[in-house]
Every structure is written in C-alpha cells, then in structure tokens.
C-alpha cells in the first residue's frame, strides 16, 4: 500500500476481531491515523479464549487454523510465538449404543451429484431439495435415508452451521482452501489477535449505533451517546449485526450492498468444553462420532486433551440443533453432554466435573458463528457485500465478505487487508 494514499487519514475501524485488527495494521503501517472501535470489553471478536480455568485456556469460538501451508496466519502465529498442535480428520472412531461402530459412510458422491444437477436447474434451490430429487434417493431404504441424513448432519451441517434446508446445493461449498492440515492452540487463539493488536489505539465497549457521511467525512455514534468523527471507516461488523439493523447507516448503503447483508445466511455452532477429573475412557483419535441415537445431538467430539494440561472433551452443536441448545442453562447443557457420552460408551462413563459453554446467537456483538450460503448466493454475493461504499469512504470487511475464503479466520484476515487496500487505493 502506498503511504501517500493513506498518509494522515482519519479511519475508524469498527470491530477489533482479526478482519479490524488486520485492516487498521495495515493502514497504521501506510501512515493513517486508526482507531479501532470494539463493542466488547476485549478484543478478538469471534475468536474467544476463555480463561477462567486457571492455567487451562479453551477456544470457545474459532478453534484451528484451517490449512497451514500458505495460510498468512501459520505465519502470524509463528511470529506470536503461538505453540500448535495439529489435528487430522483421519485419527477418527465411531461410536453409538455402546459400543464403537464402524466409521460411517461418507455422503460427498451423492451431494456431487445433487450439487451437479443443481447447476443444471433453472434456478437454485437447496441442498436438501437437490437431493430429493435423485433417483437414488428414491430407491433408498429408510434407514439408509436416515444414515445419509446423519452423515449430512455431521460434514455438512456442522461445517456451514446451518441446516441442509438452508443451503445453497449449487454454492454452499464454494471456498478455496489452504493445504498442510489443521492445528490447534493449545494456549489459545487469542495470542494472535493480541499479537495483531500491538501497538494499535483500540477503544473497548465502544458499541456503534449510527454512522453518518458529512461534509468534513464520517460522523460515528455510540451506544453511550458519544460521537467520533473520521475521514473513512472499515466496517468489520458479523453479518449477524449487520442483518440486525442495530446500526444505522446514513445514507442507506448502495442496494448491492445492502442485498447481499440480506441474501447471505448466518449460522450457529456451539461448543461444550467438559473438563475431568481423570484422563476420560475415550480412543486417543483426535475425532470421535457419535452415530446415536439421537445422531443429530452432539454428533462430533474433539479429544485435545493430549495438547492440554488436564483431561479435556470438546463437543459440538450446529444448525437448528445449536438454537435449541443454546437455550438451555450450562447445568442442562452439561447433563446433555454427558448423557450423550454415557450412550455412546456405557452408563459408567465418568461425569464432567466442569464445564464452559458457548452461545454465539445470543451474544449481541455476533448474532451466529458464521456465514453460509442459502439458495441464490454465493461468491458474487459476498463480492457485493465487499468493498467500498458512500465514494470510497466506506469500506466493508470480515469473513462473511470473503469471496474466496469465507466462513473462517483467515478469510477475515486476508479481507481486512483486502479493505485497507481498497481505502488507500
């Protein structure tokens, strides 16, 4: 970026999640003058290392760095000094009734095909519905349909956050990915977004109502009823804030823009970290599935108590499944877990001592976990939704912007440069 475009600007970056923290580095280094806003009393957004536990850290939003060869922030966390630990979907059990089962058939053949016929339609329609309409799934026995339908639940539904029903069958895939596998942080995510933030002037629990254009530039409004003003703004917010309409925005964003906040979906996944006493009888595999029944409540586990300091199970909710229990108090939260883990191994499985439960649609700051692609969206969408606004002094950023790398940390990252960029250019 070249300084002189930046040099001396008054930019406000609303959001100190990785997409605002990578923006207003890059716009600090190219000599604008950046304040970073967080509703939050702390920073990181989405990425929420709980620390309650002492010496026992747990990710309760993102959880891996997706892809770690070429990733930007493989690189961020090895100048944090960021310990990792890699995953690898490989090292996976089943289990269900008791006992360990085979690993289940995989359902990608079929949604190639139904993504596939899709394409061919007049018109998009939803994933559950491409696949309906297969032949196959016509001549498929009830319990073959409701092993599909659980397999979807856990690769599909748990990676978008959203019911099958909900996605695109032509986009709801449509990413690129890094390669390298997966890692964990064993001492929390958070490490990179205070390394990120380092030497940044960020404002906490500074909640944005209302931003206005001026003649002089920006005029931004704040929960408390304070004003700030500003030559430009990147706006980081979750889609799931900016679908809410807690913001008012003056003059209204272009149609494009504000189409493409409508059109995308924001999804849920939740996580129940259980602690013991003692190492849990579980296989060493990073991954366990739960094959029920139920199949679609707590269907995915995590085992990293190998990287962590005491004996630890990760589990999992997504889609409607994650509305339902987010409303449930921790102790019933935990008594859920629990009776699935006593399903799945026997009624002797050992009970949680403690336990640290997420919940990202009732948080303000976020609505949801992620974005994902309902019928009719896809890249364009979150190209629309990108980008500058209000003749260039507006820009938007974050993963539900990302065309290329949507849904994920490093997506935010890369679009908040992607922002400054713009800002500057």
Not at 381 to 394: E, I, K, P, V
Not at 398 to 412: I, K, R, Y
Request: charged share 20%; aromatic share 8%; with cysteine.
């Amino acid at each position: 970026m070249a300084a002189g475009a930046a040099g001396g600007r008054r930019v406000a970056v609303i959001g100190a999640g990785m997409a605002g923290l990578a923006a207003a580095r890059a716009l600090a280094q190219a000599g604008a003058d950046v304040t970073i806003f967080e509703a939050r009393d702390r920073i990181g957004g989405r990425i929420w290392t709980d620390r309650s536990w002492p010496g026992l850290p747990v990710d309760m939003g993102a959880s891996w760095i997706h892809g770690l060869t070429g990733n930007p922030l493989t690189a961020l966390a090895r100048e944090a000094g960021a310990a990792l630990h890699p995953t690898d979907y490989e090292s996976a059990a089943a289990f269900g009734a008791g006992r360990e089962r085979p690993y289940p058939a995989e359902p990608w053949g079929m949604l190639e095909k139904a993504q596939a016929q899709a394409w061919k339609a007049d018109a998009d329609l939803s994933l559950r519905a491409a696949v309906a309409a297969l032949p196959r799934w016509g001549r498929m026995t009830a319990a073959e349909r409701d092993a599909f339908r659980a397999a979807v639940h856990r690769m599909v539904e748990h990676e978008y956050g959203a019911d099958w029903g909900e996605l695109s069958a032509r986009s709801y895939d449509e990413a690129e990915g890094f390669g390298g596998g997966d890692a964990l942080f064993p001492q929390g995510y958070d490490q990179l977004a205070h390394h990120a933030a380092r030497g940044l002037d960020i404002r906490l629990g500074a909640r944005l109502t209302a931003v206005r254009a001026a003649r002089d530039g920006l005029r931004l409004t704040f929960a408390d009823g304070s004003e700030a003003g500003a030559d430009a703004m990147v706006c980081t917010l979750p889609l799931g804030v900016l679908q809410s309409g807690d913001i008012a925005f003056d003059p209204p964003l272009s149609p494009a823009r504000q189409s493409a906040i409508e059109s995308l979906g924001m999804g849920l996944l939740n996580k129940c970290w259980l602690r013991f006493d003692a190492p849990p009888p579980v296989p060493r595999a990073d991954w366990i599935l739960n094959l029920g029944p139920p199949a679609d409540l707590w269907p995915e586990w995590v085992n990293p108590s190998a990287a962590a300091p005491a004996p630890l199970l990760l589990a999992f909710n997504a889609g409607p499944r994650a509305d339902e229990a987010e409303a449930w108090d921790d102790a019933t939260t935990l008594g859920s877990a629990h009776d699935a883990l006593k399903a799945m191994f026997g009624s002797r499985f050992p009970a949680p001592i403690a336990a640290q439960v997420s919940r990202w649609r009732a948080d303000p700051a976020a609505r949801g976990s992620y974005s994902f692609h309902p019928p009719g969206t896809g890249a364009d969408t979150r190209r629309a939704l990108a980008g500058l606004d209000w003749d260039g002094r507006l820009a938007f950023a974050g993963e539900a912007a990302s065309p290329d790398h949507p849904s994920t940390v490093h997506g935010a990252w890369l679009s908040g440069l992607a922002a400054a960029q713009a800002l500057a250019g």
